[in-house]
């Protein structure tokens, strides 16, 4: 076995040693220069050939995409661009790479093409570096929690509950579509599925964080979460992944200092440990917004815009006090938002809630204590009986990054909740049974992964932040 340096290593490495490195041709120019990337960093090693000492055969094998191993002494380097290179002394061909045929040419791509080729994205500077991002996000992601004692609670992926009414469902099952079995009524007998009984992808894996925190004491769950909404925006998947911590004896503003305390730390530590990477997308960034009018870009490049949310604290306000705010503001004044904010009860659009972060207090925003009407049933009722003790964290450029709440502890509370809304209370009473065995408060929240990807990387689109996205009309690959 030959031993493989990774190009990320390299660069630290000492000079006038001999390396093997193995990787993909990214540009060769002038018959003599190789720009090498194997994946490991955003960086190329520069691999200069000697043209005298390579047959011609190989020479001409060596196309943007080919995949090559070279072994050779590293040096200084003379040229401007990078501190070493490798002097190359031998040089094979690992995989050809058709260049009239290969997709991937040394320029630049729209977005929107690499995202028909996705199996190709990894190849491509910009989605490398953006899913090393995404890696650094979800190691840290449980870095934190189980630094706080946390467990890493596995929440159901089919799910035998569709109580939940946070979306629309995904249905799992084995039937014949064509000719399912019935029941006597006509309607089809779920009993003869798979599970006996009729099952769905879970939209969200709280219920069943809620059983186990009412036990281990607190847990976070991490997991795939699929919503059959037909939203076809840039913040909406279809199949996105979620992070869910639940706490036993956390009230509203405990669960809002976690929320805050997370994202400062995920934010920092990919800020520290993903400073290449970042880099690189702050000026892809820069010159993705040179195309757009002025006042459509970004008043922060990207490192700055990190720093600013982490510096200070979270804005906190009420529901009630962010629409007093929103009612007098300009743009609701003069019709600017699409749906004109007139009275309390309102549900906020994505338009009011980036008004508030951007425009109004200029830094992230949690508000609480929504009306009872626009949020679930599981949230605590407050004692006017009107909100609930729910908390959004609103983000620059994304809007909804957390949704959270204390939850409803109180068993007749709930279920009077749960009547009203319509909740199939029989389906759902080993819910309830931690309501009647020992019931305390606790509260939690969910984290969009994605969301917290797109703000970190200042990628525009929710469908450039996962390798493969699932939209309505795409599940490719
Ligand atoms: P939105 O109003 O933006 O659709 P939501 O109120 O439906 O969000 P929740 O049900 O509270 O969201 O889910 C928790 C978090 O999951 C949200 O704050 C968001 O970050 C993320 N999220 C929700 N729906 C999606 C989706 N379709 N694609 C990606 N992330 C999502
Ligand atoms: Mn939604």
């Not at 076809?232 to 992944?241: G, I, V």
């Not at 815009?305 to 743009?331: D, G, H, M, W």
């Not at 749906?339 to 009860?345: L, S």
């Not at 994605?450 to 990387?457: A, D, G, K, M």
């Amino acid at each position: 076995m030959i031993h493989r340096t990774r190009i990320k290593d390299i660069f630290s490495a000492p000079t006038s040693q001999s390396y093997t490195v193995m990787g993909w041709v990214r540009t060769f120019r002038n018959n003599q220069f190789i720009a090498l990337n194997d994946g490991s960093t955003i960086s190329n090693l520069q691999v200069v050939i000697d043209m005298e000492s390579i047959d011609q055969a190989t020479l001409k094998r060596i196309t943007t995409g080919a995949a090559i191993s070279a072994h050779g002494t590293l040096i200084q380097s003379q040229g401007k661009g990078q501190s070493v290179e490798l002097s190359c002394e031998t040089l094979e061909i690992l995989g050809d790479c058709d260049a009239e045929v290969y997709p991937l040419q040394p320029k630049r791509h729209s977005l929107e093409f690499l995202r028909e080729i996705a199996h190709l994205r990894p190849r491509t500077n910009t989605f490398s570096a953006v899913f090393r991002v995404r890696h650094a996000l979800a190691y840290g992601i449980h870095k934190f929690f189980n630094d706080r004692g946390f467990v890493y609670w596995h929440s159901p992926i089919i799910t035998g509950s569709d109580a939940e009414g946070a979306g629309e469902m995904f249905q799992v099952t084995t039937l014949n579509l064509l000719n399912p079995p019935k029941a006597e009524d006509g309607s089809i007998n779920f009993k003869k599925d798979f599970f006996g009984k009729s099952t769905n992808l879970t939209v969200s894996g709280q219920l069943e964080g809620e059983l186990a925190a009412l036990g281990l004491g607190q847990i976070y769950t991490f997991g795939p979460t699929f919503r059959a909404e037909n939203s076809n925006t840039s913040r909406h998947l279809a199949e996105f992944w979620m992070i869910e911590p639940e706490v036993a004896f956390f009230d509203l503003e405990d669960n809002m200092n976690l929320a805050e305390d997370m994202l400062k730390y995920l934010i920092n530590y990919v800020s520290e440990n993903c400073k290449e990477d970042l880099a690189f997308l702050e000026q892809r960034l820069i010159e993705e917004e040179k195309q757009k009018p002025q006042n459509e870009r970004s008043e922060m490049p990207l490192l700055e815009k990190l720093k600013f949310c982490i510096e200070q604290p979270f804005e906190r306000l009420t529901y009630t006090e962010a629409i007093e705010i929103l009612k007098n503001s300009t743009p609701n004044k003069k019709g600017k938002f699409q749906y004109t904010i007139d009275a309390w009860g309102a549900d906020l659009q994505s338009e009011h809630e980036r008004y508030l972060v951007e425009k109004h207090f200029n830094k992230p925003v949690i508000l609480t204590n929504y009306p009872k009407e626009i949020k679930a049933f599981y949230m605590k009722m407050d004692d006017d009986g009107k909100t609930v003790r729910a908390m959004d964290v609103l983000f620059p450029g994304i809007g909804e990054i957390i949704g959270g709440s204390q939850r409803e502890e109180r068993y007749g509370h709930l279920m009077k909740r749960m009547e009203e809304m319509h909740i199939p209370v029989e389906e759902m009473d080993w819910f309830l049974d931690t309501r009647r065995f020992g019931s305390v408060p606790h509260a939690g929240f969910g984290l969009g992964f994605e969301r917290l990807v797109q703000f970190v990387t200042g990628m525009s689109n929710i469908r450039d932040v996962i390798p493969f996205p699932r939209f309505p009309g795409n599940a490719e690959f």
